[in-house]
Nanobody
Framework: VQLQASGGGLVQAGGSLRLSCAAS????????MGWFRQAPGKEREFVAF????????YYRDSVKGRFTISRDNAKNTVYLQMSSLKPEDTAVYSC??????????????????WGQGTQVTVSS
């Protein structure tokens, strides 16, 4: 399974970005998908996940109400719509796939496949 994240960039505080993660080589509709981020000098942290069907989503507290995760199984793609961005959202954002249960998790060790990451920079 290969995951390709895109959509990052430089945006001013209060702005929006939509990240995409395209999957190939596997059964995307069976996977839960997660987004994680890593800021400079910090450990990677969970951002959001969506289960295999899209019926369940979950977010870290600091992004609730600002970020929305969604998926299009016909396009083998998961999205992260980010709004009201803050400088503290600056990080490399990576997508990941979990295929053992399809339910998703906040724990990065539960994910089996990882994309390469895309840089998001929010200026103040």
């Amino acid at each position: 399974v290969q995951l390709q994240a895109s959509g990052g960039g430089l945006v001013q505080a209060g702005g929006s970005l939509r990240l995409s993660c395209a999957a190939s080589g596997g059964s995307f509709s069976n996977y839960a998908m997660g987004w994680f981020r890593q800021a400079p000098g910090k450990e990677r942290e969970f951002v959001a996940f969506i289960n295999w069907s899209g019926s369940r989503t979950y977010y870290r507290d600091s992004v609730k109400g600002r970020f929305t995760i969604s998926r299009d199984n016909a396009k083998n793609t998961v999205y992260l719509q980010m709004s009201s961005l803050k400088p503290e959202d600056t990080a490399v954002y990576s997508c990941a796939a979990e295929d053992r249960t399809g339910h998703g998790s906040e724990m990065e060790q539960e994910y089996d496949y990882w994309g390469q990451g895309t840089q998001v920079t929010v200026s103040s």
